[in-house]
């Protein structure tokens, strides 16, 4: 565990002795542990303890020296925030960083565990376990090429010159799986599922392996889907990817940067339809990763973002909330530059639709469960992507998975094409949301 008194101290003692009169240091330790395997064999344990921290210091004109170190002792303490000091003469002279006005403000009090560590070895049974089980289920499983489970306890803090600290811990533990199915005549099949939890005795891994399992079960008899525009269901998980990749949207930062697809005028503004809301909630009970400050020590909260349809909130830094007139939302991450990300996404609808859908009833219906390649298909700028996908065609509830397809469109036409939003939502790693249903978006098959 970090001993945060004694890098208070340790800060303190060194910004007197370097006549540093104003500075801020925010960091992070991870104790983790994993597995991999392969054939009922470890094939990769590791452990690990890393550290990072981030110090700024500002010099006597207000200009801002950023370093990072990984030593945490009073010699690596007082190193960083020399080098910082230095750095500051070199730093920005407009729109400058400045401490959160809530870096002291009281922080509601959050249910965040800490539990001890597993033996590796109960990590490497239940992995192989897994995965024997997982093969055993079909005859075409030949192999869970792609498998992980982990336990990590992560801690953060962050401190300034002017008396604010913050500190917390909490702990986790994650099964991975994506299986590998052949048949003779036919090409791979595959599907991933992911499963988290406070640790390892409350992991759901046979939820876990139900999952990827009938997934990977329904891959095996394939068709190719004719080009086309097709109605479509994102999955929670397709969902939320593409929430995410555009999220330049609400990132004031992004938006004063001018790369984001919104303006300061947009605040207001109809982007979606009626339907949709949509907000970041870093506090929501489903959240393992919950984090109760951010990176400028700013209180998380839940932050709307688009209401009924109508963007009504940006995500903030203690910066960009100055040049917005309005206050942090506990979104900063500092570094070379303070920039601003979501923490826990939560989609729902408030409104009546006009019509319910159902998979079991409407016909010709492509349901995406899983967007690829979003690193190199999607154009954040100009709100376009063009994806490959794994999903199925589903005809009054009876699905055939898709050979290979692409799905392409516009996200500002994809969140005004939203007809109906179900009720019964999931929890992702995310996020929280339920499948989405879109008029119709271009499909591109054989």
Known sequence: ???????????????????????????????????????????????????????????DQGQVGVTSTTDLDADGIQLALQTAAEASDFGVTENIPEFSPEAQAPITDMEIKTVPASPINALTTALIAAEQQLMAAHPAITGVPYNGLSEETIEHFYLNSEGALRHEARSYASIYLYSRAEQEGKKPR????????????????????????????????????????????????AFLSLISAFSNLWNAQSILDKQSLSSPESLGQTIASPLLCLSDDARHPDNLGADSFDGEGTPTRRVSLIHNGVLVGLLHSAGTAKRFHTQPTGHANIGAKVTVGAHFYHVFSEQTPAQTYSLAETENVVFIDKLQALHAGVNALQGSFSLPFDGWLVNRGERVSIDAATVAGDFLDVLKSIVYIEPEAEVTPRGVCPAVWVKELAITGE
């Open 190 to 237: 595959s599907a991933g599922e992911m499963k988290i939890s406070h640790s390892l005795a409350d992991l759901d891994i046979a939820g876990c392996l139900a999952k990827v399992t009938e997934k990977t079960l329904s891959h095996l008899d394939y068709h190719p889907i004719a080009s086309g525009k097709y109605p479509v269901v994102f999955s929670p998980t």
């Open 1 to 59: 565990m970090l001993n945060i008194q004694a890098l208070t101290d340790h800060a303190q003692q060194a910004a007197q002795t370097l006549g540093i009169s104003r500075y801020d240091i925010y960091g992070s330790s991870v104790d983790e542990a994993g597995v991999e395997v392969s054939f009922g064999e470890p094939k990769q344990v590791q452990a690990s303890n890393r550290s990072s921290v981030i110090v700024r210091v500002w010099n």
